[in-house]
């Protein structure tokens, strides 16, 4: 079987009919079937004929297949990346009588798709375990392979990667054991999912292959456009990273063309890594780099959730190419888009509680009127209310009870592991507010400095010295430096959970030699007997104890020599010392401990139970000391 622009056996032959015919249901039920083939036509096409078909109820009280015309109307919204609209037809449904339970399902399941869309993974998280709940209550199979996908989708996303196979063959086993299922795209995505999972992880040689192999076959078979572009999409993509880029080539052009006649936004970004990968990989870095500039336009028109991503993309290739200003105005553009999308997902979420909670009150609210009428009506009828509650609640209670004790069972045996997740939490989080304050005291600072000296300059008196303004222009340039350090220092932490000790120390070496002049030499003496990780957030705040005691060496000591002591012998175990041989300083005198920050520097060091000293004589230098 040929597929070539859209146009299928399946499709040409519903068309067909849907012109020989003159019955208005008929013509109902052809519009429905060929609005069901979305995954293979235009989503031009797709609205086209839902509106005939939402024209066509209307006019003749065909209110079943309106539905549908709206849910297919949802549908392309969704192709086109306007989930606002998409799930502002969801909601117009959720409460509707008369909706079938298939086409129920089909509402969430759609909602789920626009949660990812919107980069609400929370949010889709939910739905999907929703999902999960719906189809185990429904017999139809084709709900069964939708929720699980979904699910694994997701796990996939928290790298639960356990959870996330076990989806993948829960549906497998469903589309593998019911041979009437009729849902050909959701066959397509199984096995396109299950290559995705052993391309990921290769534990079992050529099954990415086979897999794969069985997605282009069923998608062809089924003449399922959409499955068959992200099946040539990952096939290419393989390649590219394999750098057989003339083999990509065929696959890179097959799934481009289907991608763009399909025209749903859905897999913009994953035309676009392929593209991206393909031009870095062929060293083409100015087309990678317009690429990525363009689909930012495009986010900027009409946003996915795809902003900070792509952002981050231009980021790491400047970075790569070196470019420090780009990959600093990047860097910037990232944490901004990041801010906002945070907003947005907490503004949303919160309107979602709402509109539950109003949902949920407007409920009670009429139970209580009904029941009101009811006590009015005939007092009888109010006691038989209040049995029949009291029994609802009693059986509620008793399978509450029976759900808590499972639920107790279930935490006891994890408490370990939820306290200490909860502590991992509760560090992130005081990190992130260490980490904004220090971006909004440290750099926000170091911005309004800059600003003020430029400022001055723009305004200095005619009289001011060609040696001033140089000057000026020193600390300009030193500052910037300085907030760009700090501003990367972030970022490296915000990228990574854990960090080698090895990192650390590079890291520490690195900000010391920058930071010298050509007057004080720097000996590094360092013991480090294995490689061990510890997490970023210690990471950073011991970097950030030393730049601070470099700083006051540097302001206050006098020094010619400095020495930088680092050991760890085991695992966890570590001293990092900093000696100096300036003027330093007499213990008791308050006014130089605030000339080393000693209070921010012990500060940092207990929050992680770390051991901070100093020790300074008159004349004979200081030396900073910490110790795990």
């Avoid at 998608?219 to 572009?229: G, I, V, Y």
């Avoid at 990952?234 to 025209?263: C, G, H, Q």
């Amino acid at each position: 079987m040929t597929i070539s622009f859209g146009q299928t056996s399946k499709l040409n032959g519903l068309k067909k009919a849907l012109k020989e015919t003159s019955d208005a249901r008929r013509q109902a039920v052809l519009l429905n079937d060929i609005c069901r083939q979305h995954y293979s036509i235009p989503s031009g096409q797709l609205l086209h004929y839902s509106d005939r078909l939402k024209m066509l109820s209307s006019t003749q009280a065909m209110d079943s297949f309106g539905m549908y015309a709206d849910y297919y109307r949802a549908l392309y919204y969704t192709g086109q990346g306007m989930s606002d609209s998409a799930l502002a037809i969801i909601g117009q449904y959720a409460k509707t009588k008369g909706l079938t339970q298939q086409l129920f399902f089909d509402f969430e399941a759609l909602k789920f798709d626009n949660y990812r869309l919107k980069d609400r993974q929370e949010a889709a998280f939910r739905q999907a375990l929703y999902l999960l709940n719906l189809a185990g209550k429904s017999n139809i199979a084709g709900q069964k392979i939708t929720a699980a996908l979904s699910t694994a989708i997701q796990y996939r996303y928290l790298n639960v990667q356990e959870s996330y196979l076990s989806n993948l063959y829960k549906a497998a086993f469903v589309g593998g054991n019911i041979d009437a299922y009729p849902a050909e795209k959701a066959e397509a995505n199984i096995f396109k999912w299950l290559a995705v999972y052993y391309d990921e992880h290769e534990v079992i040689p050529d099954s990415f292959n086979f897999y794969l192999d069985k997605a282009i076959e069923v998608a062809l078979k089924s003449e399922n456009l959409a499955s068959l572009a992200q099946a040539y999409n990952w096939r290419a993509n393989t390649l590219v990273r394999r750098f057989e880029t003339k083999v990509a080539e065929p696959y890179i052009y097959k799934s481009d063309s289907l991608f763009t006649l399909l025209d749903d936004r859905r897999y913009d970004h994953q035309r676009f890594l392929l593209k991206y990968d393909y031009y870095q990989v062929t060293n083409r870095i100015d087309k990678a780099i317009a690429l990525a500039k363009a689909e930012i336009e495009k986010e900027r028109r009409r946003p996915t959730g795809r902003l900070a991503r792509l952002y981050n993309t231009l980021r790491i290739t400047y970075d790569e190419q070196n470019d420090d200003k780009n990959h600093a105005a990047y860097a910037d553009s990232l944490i901004y888009a990041l801010v906002d999308r945070y907003e947005e997902t907490s503004a949303a979420e919160r309107a979602d509680y709402e509109a539950q909670y109003k949902t949920k009150e407007r409920e009670l609210a009429l139970i209580q009127s009904r029941l009101n009428a009811a006590r009015e009506k005939n007092i009888r009828y109010l006691y038989m209310a209040v049995f029949t509650i009291v029994v609802f609640i009693a059986l509620f209670s008793f399978f509450n009870y029976k759900k808590q004790q499972k639920k107790r069972l279930a935490n006891l045996l994890n408490a370990e592991a939820l306290e200490k997740e909860a502590a991992i939490q509760q560090a992130k989080e005081k990190e992130r507010n260490r980490i904004s304050k220090e971006l909004h005291d440290n750099i926000g600072a170091q911005l309004s400095y800059i600003r003020s000296n430029i400022n001055f300059l723009k305004e200095a008196p005619a009289g001011l010295s060609n040696e001033t303004k140089l000057d000026f222009l020193d600390k300009i340039e030193s500052t910037s430096q300085t907030a760009i350090s700090d501003l990367r220092e972030t970022i490296w932490v915000l990228h990574k959970d854990f960090v080698h000790f090895e990192e650390l120390a590079d890291k520490l070496k690195a900000h010391i030699e920058r930071r010298l002049d050509k007057n004080i030499s720097l000996t590094v003496e360092e013991d480090i007997a294995c490689q061990w990780q510890m997490s970023s957030v210690a990471a950073l705040n011991i970097l950030r104890i030393f730049q601070e005691a470099l700083t006051n060496t540097l302001k206050y000591a006098q020094a010619r020599e400095i020495i930088l002591t680092i050991i760890s012998p085991k695992p966890e175990i570590f001293e990092i010392r900093l000696r100096d041989d300036g003027i330093g300083f007499v213990s008791q005198n308050n006014q130089k401990k605030n000339h080393y920050g000693l209070s921010n520097m012990q500060e940092r060091a207990q929050d992680f139970k770390y051991i901070f000293n100093i020790e300074s004589v008159p004349d004979n230098g200081t030396e900073v000391i910490l110790t795990s």
